[in-house]
């Protein structure tokens, strides 16, 4: 056969066009759903309470021997071994390790005491009566603890003027704090303070000391009629019209007003020490020491100048 009459072949390669596929929309979608997820947490971390977030953090820190074992923790698992005790891996050691570092750090106290607040807030907004009283109750977080202030206006007085009766909407008020102060374990202290408007008869007889004093008393009645616990009190003071309020005059009707402080911890010691820490007199003893060893010092200076003389 010649090659002109030899057959031609032509072999085209087929070529098929490949899709991406969808693997870049797995991905996205796994990335949505871990976002959604987070931002979940989030929302349920922000709306619980500060007892609510202590389990979920006990719940993710329990380990998967003790979960396995029966136990709902570390502290508590269905083992030969009971846990217990000051240590901290056992149920008394992460009560106390919570409540040192609630304490210690600042972050966790402010936010103990803005749990506090929100918790008033909410008992007086859930009372119609109270609720008009809004205006004149003033919340302060600073470092001795959270300041409750009610404070007195022309129109509706805590107290009736010059006298240490209670109107009925401070003792109701007062009252529904009882229960919420006795939730937590902080000590508090209860502080009256009058305008500068002055008796009659002058500082010599009855004046705003004994009255700021006596509203103060007053207070701590009510606040113990509405069954709150005695032993968490720590003091009762009347100041006068010695500690106006910031930016009033002295003769304000604000200045009027009824001071409770839930301390902290360190406050409180502050406190019950009357101004005085046990570091103070390490830090006295050791300024003595310091004085002494100087002294000494100045001598044996002084006697080698002499002997070289």
Known sequence: MSDQQRPIIIRRKKIVKKHHGGSWKIALADFMTALM????????LAMSSEKERQSISEYFRTPLLVAMAGGEKSSNAASVIQGGGADPTHMDGEQARIDMRRETRPADVRRHFNEIRRRVEAAIEADP????????????????????MMLDTETKPMFEVGSDRIAPY????LRTLAPL????????????HTDSLPYAGGESGYSNWELSADRANESRKALLGGGYESDRLLLVMGSAD????????????RNRRITIVVHTSESAEFIKRQGYFP?????????????IDQQFEEEAQATDQTKQK
């Open 37 to 44: 997820a987070l931002f979940l947490v989030m929302w349920i």
């Open 129 to 148: 009566v109270l609720r008009a009283l809004k205006a004149q109750l003033r919340f302060d977080v600073t470092r001795e603890g959270l300041r409750i």
């Open 170 to 173: 401070m003792d109701r008020l």
């Open 181 to 192: 102060l006795n939730e937590i374990p902080n000590e508090i202290t209860i502080s009256g």
């Open 242 to 253: 010695r500690i106006p309020l910031d930016g009033t005059e002295p003769e304000d009707p």
């Open 279 to 291: 570091q103070d007199q390490e830090e006295f003893e050791l300024e003595q020491q310091q004085l």
